[in-house]
């Protein structure tokens, strides 16, 4: 999978260096490129910023470096005849429809995502517009909070994509049974020792009998869901 990131703050990806996605990188499954998108400003100060148009708090994202900027990856690839077959452009923003994990699993599948990060009150409205004459455009919301920009928002859809191609994380078995993919929390784990500061596992777990774990988990599982997360349940 191909992954272009653009941003005024190249440097907040170079954790993507280490860890399991800097493995996946190394290894060729990932193939991970970050712009500056300063380098397409043509004055002197390599502006990216200007006042909102009637008024307002801050600052607005000039188009012309956008779209220089996005031009530049989409031409780099082959496809994009039009726009169905150009990448999928990711601009994250509190204003988004929400990032979750079947959005993850749907996006694993794509072969170019290029991802969008605004700074300051956000990016001209009609980048938007013109990025999807050359690609498929989402707005795309971790939760609602606001971040400063992008970035953060970016590192982590790109984490949770990422995982998911095949090859990156060793043992596929261990994303069949993670929280959200059945729609549950995931269940509570221990390992050894079996007593520990007075905290004893659940006898149900040395008890070697896989049916009623496998009964136990899932119990467990929609326990703590109505819990701490009753909006899963009645989605
Ligand atoms: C965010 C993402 O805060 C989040 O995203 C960063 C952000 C902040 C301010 C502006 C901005 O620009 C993008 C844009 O969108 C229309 O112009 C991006 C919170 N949850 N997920």
Known sequence: MRIDV??????????????????????????I?????????????????DTPY?????????????????????????????????????FPSPAGERFTQSVAR??????????GCGRYEGIDERVFAYASTIGRVRLVSLGDYVLNGGEVAAMAMIEAVGRLVPGVVGNPESLVEESHEDGLLEYPSYTKPASWRGYDVPDVLLSGHHGRVADWRRGQQVERTRLRRPDLLSE
């Open 6 to 31: 653009v941003t005024i703050f190249p440097a907040f990806f170079d954790v993507l260096e280490v860890s399991l996605l800097g493995r996946a990188r190394g290894a060729g499954l990932l193939d």
């Open 33 to 49: 490129r970050v712009h500056d998108l300063r380098d397409h400003t043509t004055d002197r100060h390599r502006t990216v910023d």
């Open 54 to 90: 009637g008024g307002g708090a801050g600052m607005v994202m000039k188009p012309e470096p956008w779209a220089q900027s996005l031009d530049a990856i989409a031409a780099e690839q082959e496809g994009g005849e039009d726009a169905a077959s150009g990448p999928l452009f990711v």
């Open 106 to 115: 749907e996006w694993s599948a794509e072969q170019h995502i290029v991802f």
